[in-house]
């Protein structure tokens, strides 16, 4: 299973962007690049997922690297529901995709 | 679209009682998942059902914990006999079809060993 590293904890000021690192040095060519959050007493929340490309959607961007072994999720304006863990996950064909969870990174945000 | 739908949210028994947990996917989501979550942890995939039928079932404890998924929609899990190292929260997921699609989970049962 290919395994992602992320920091333990970070914190950022309401009203700014937040940019949570994700280290997948072991990615293959076909593994798709997940981020899930996960609020208190909630089940985990999709953020947004890429394989190549960076994207973008309502709730974050991701942002690849050219060698797809990092990655980045980019929040524009944090705000307190924000407040979360969150999951960096790599998932690949031929374990029918699914999702190893690791601990994630717990970001805090500050009023 | 109405999300996954699970009950009950909270159960609390005592060890060596069964317990069962059941599941409703997102409307037409072939896919369907069980996770374990410890507290403190990440969660961790128990089943994965692709309609009815069983893709992965490699870290279910067979010997206590089954799951079925009838007709390809709604499923069960159940823990007979309960442990003590049982207390989780047990969360349903569900996805569409498809490379790498997003799953969407329930907000799970949180079960309570005594």
């Known amino acids: 299973d290919a395994k992602t590293t992320q920091p333990n904890s970070m914190e950022s000021n309401e009203e700014e962007p937040v940019h949570l690192p994700c280290n997948h040095s072991t990615i293959s060519g076909t593994d798709y690049i997940h981020w899930y959050r996960q609020l208190p007493s909630q089940g985990p929340e999709y953020v947004i997922h890429?394989?190549?490309s960076n994207v973008n959607n309502r709730m974050a961007s991701l942002a690849i690297a050219e060698d797809r072994k990092s990655s980045t999720l980019i929040l524009h304006r944090a705000t307190l529901r924000d407040a979360a863990v969150y999951y960096c996950i790599l998932s690949r064909p031929d374990s029918s995709y699914k999702l190893i969870f690791g601990s994630g990174t717990r970001l805090l945000v500050r009023p | 679209e109405a999300g996954v739908a699970q009950s009950p949210r909270y159960k609390i028994i005592e060890k060596r009682q069964s317990v069962a947990f059941w599941c409703n996917p997102i409307?037409?989501?072939?896919?369907l998942y069980w996770y374990q979550q410890i507290l403190g942890q990440g969660p961790k995939l128990l089943i994965q059902f692709q309609n009815n039928g069983v893709v992965d079932d490699s870290q279910l404890p067979k010997d206590r914990f089954s799951a079925e998924r009838l007709k390809g929609v709604d499923s069960t899990l159940k823990i007979q006999p309960a442990k003590l190292e049982d207390s989780a929260v047990y969360l349903c997921?569900?996805?569409?079809?498809?490379?790498?699609?997003?799953?969407?989970f329930g907000d799970g049962t949180r079960l309570s060993i005594l």
């Open positions: 997921a569900s996805s569409s079809t498809g490379r790498g699609q997003p799953q969407h």
């Open positions: 409307s037409g989501h072939a896919t």
């Open positions: 890429g394989l190549t």
